[in-house]
Each structure stands twice: as structure tokens, then as C-alpha cells.
């Protein structure tokens, strides 16, 4: 059956007038920030000329149990001059997550905001993924997978 004109133009026109939902920020381009809650209930924002890493994560990945033993050594070696270091755990019980930081020692900030940090930031879904946000608060890389020890030292001079 063929629909008509009409019920053509109508639907052409909804989906027109509808809101355009934000796309991740590309290389290169902005990122607008959401509100962030970390894990123990308070606020993270980027601080104004400071870069940052974002890592998305999982506690039931293999590649990100590893992966997360150098971005704990990156967030401890950063400290107030160095990027700001924000991980977000794609899992949704905080319970399970708080459970795995205290069994390795992490001390490294986590937000269970996968969801609004995914669409500021990665429509990706791979894990682990690590992000690195320019001074300017620009996107400048997306990163993909597990990476070595020198790797994610290395980007201590991002800052």
C-alpha cells in the first residue's frame, strides 16, 4: 500500500520540527560537559585549563582489570598539576563497583554517568576507552582498548 502525500508531508514535517539530539563531540570540537556524580556523591567538573582523561570501563572486563592498574598509577602520579583524571564504569551497581576499587587499592574518581558521558564524549561502546581533553576543552583523541604501562604515562604530558 502507498502512503499519501499527505501522511508523507506530515511525518517529513514531525520529524523536522523534532529536537535534534547532540552528537559526541568530534576531534577537534568542544565538549559539553554534563553534570557529573562521582561514585561517593559528589561533583566533578573539568577545572579551567587543565586537560583531562576519561576512561570508560567496566569491572567485568579483563582488558580494563589491567588496563585500570595504570590509569590509578596516572590519577596518583598527576596530582594538581597534571591532567584531571574522570573513569566511568559502564556497570550500574555501584555496590559491585565500590566492591572492586577497594579489593585493587584504586583511588582514582568514578562516575556511574555512562550514559550522559557517552553522549558528551564517545558513542563508541568499546572498553576500555580512554578520551583526552584538551586545555582548551576540546576533544583532541579517542583512544580504544587496553594500553601499555609507557602508554598511559605518557599522558602526563597531555597536561
Not at 559528589?42 to 590509569?71: K, L
Not at 596518583?76 to 555496590?95: C, E, F, I, K
Request: aromatic share 8%.
Amino acid at each position: 500500500m502507498k502512503p499519501s502525500r499527505r501522511a508523507f508531508l506530515a511525518t517529513a514535517a514531525s520529524c523536522m520540527a523534532a529536537p535534534a539530539l547532540a552528537a559526541p563531540a568530534a576531534a577537534g570540537e568542544a565538549v559539553r560537559w554534563p553534570e557529573v556524580t562521582l561514585l561517593d556523591g559528589t561533583r566533578w567538573a573539568p577545572a579551567a585549563g587543565r586537560a583531562q582523561v576519561v576512561v570508560f570501563w567496566s569491572v567485568s572486563c579483563p582488558f580494563c582489570r589491567r588496563h585500570n592498574v595504570h590509569v590509578d598509577k596516572l590519577y596518583r602520579a598527576a596530582g594538581d598539576g597534571g591532567p584531571q583524571v574522570l573513569t566511568v564504569s559502564r556497570d550500574r551497581d555501584a555496590a559491585a563497583v565500590r566492591r572492586y576499587l577497594a579489593a585493587n587499592g584504586y583511588v582514582f574518581p568514578v562516575s556511574l554517568d555512562h550514559d550522559a558521558l557517552a553522549a558528551a564524549l564517545a558513542a563508541r561502546r568499546v572498553i576500555p576507552l580512554t578520551l583526552l581533553v584538551d586545555r582548551q576543552g576540546r576533544l583532541k583523541q579517542a583512544i580504544p582498548g587496553e594500553m601499555f604501562e609507557e602508554d598511559v604515562m605518557e599522558l602526563l604530558t597531555f597536561a
